[in-house]
């Protein structure tokens, strides 16, 4: 159990529409990163949040977007959706500075999307 | 670019055998971090361990062991004494040392190895 909640679990749209993945992170949490994971594959990093602002991005157009809110919650925005954006979306965040703990990521259960 | 390659796609094993997962890495960075995780039919991935540049110990935990070379770019990950709750998919993963925020958030994974262990 990570303490890391992502809703809504399963999740089916259509090509074109506009989707919101949510994410809870731990209470002290501020970093929290996005990852998409296609069937078969790695996760791959989408973009990061540190303290509500974006701090890094991965190869992922704009129509990808996030939020960070102050009580380190977190969305993750698609718009236009695209048959190849059906994945699993998985959340992580990390614990506040700290050598000791700032090296891990606590993972959530991921958003499985499908586009039909 | 960082680059994680886990060349093993699938691996079955019968309970008890022993099993090492490979993992080789890419990166420019001097300083950088490796993980290893594991992710059951749930979904989540659950972190197992994370090794910074500069140590190169290798480390036992329990059935679990990591060998870390840093001459090869290498980060093996054996499960001694395999049992049936070992079955997952298992990923690699490489970050840089993020100077901003402190934290090793943006990781590069693998293709993972799914592993298999059958009674």
């Known amino acids: 159990e990570t303490g890391v909640t992502q809703s809504p679990t399963h999740l089916i749209k259509t090509r074109g529409q506009q989707v919101t993945l949510r994410c809870s992170s731990q209470?002290?949490?501020?970093?929290v990163s996005w990852y998409q994971q296609a069937l078969g594959q790695g996760p791959q990093f989408i973009f990061q949040y540190y303290r509500e602002e974006e701090n890094g991005r991965g190869n992922f157009p704009p129509r990808f977007s996030g939020l960070q809110f102050p009580n380190y919650s977190s969305e993750l925005n698609v718009n236009a959706l695209e048959l190849d954006d059906s994945a699993l979306y998985l959340c992580?965040?990390?614990?506040?500075?700290?050598?000791?703990?700032?090296?891990?990521?606590?993972f959530g259960s991921g958003t499985q999307l499908s586009v039909l | 670019a960082q680059k994680v390659t886990q060349a093993q796609t699938e691996i079955s094993v019968v309970e008890k055998e022993d099993v090492t997962l490979d993992c080789v890495y890419e990166?420019?960075?001097?300083?950088?971090?490796l993980f290893w995780y594991k992710q059951p039919p749930s979904g989540e991935l659950v972190f197992l361990i994370r090794?910074?540049?500069?140590?190169?110990q290798n480390e036992i935990s329990g059935r679990y062991s990591w060998n870390f070379q840093k001459s090869t770019s290498s980060f093996n990950f054996t499960i001694t004494a395999s049992q049936v709750v070992d079955s997952a998919v298992y990923f690699c993963a490489l970050s840089e040392a993020e100077r901003y925020t402190g934290t090793a958030s943006k990781l590069t994974f693998g293709t993972g190895t799914r592993l298999q262990v059958t009674l």
């Open positions: 209470s002290g949490h501020n970093t």
């Open positions: 992580a965040s990390s614990p506040t500075l700290d050598e000791a703990t700032n090296e891990k990521l606590f």
């Open positions: 990166t420019r960075d001097t300083t950088y971090y």
């Open positions: 090794r910074n540049s500069f140590d190169e």
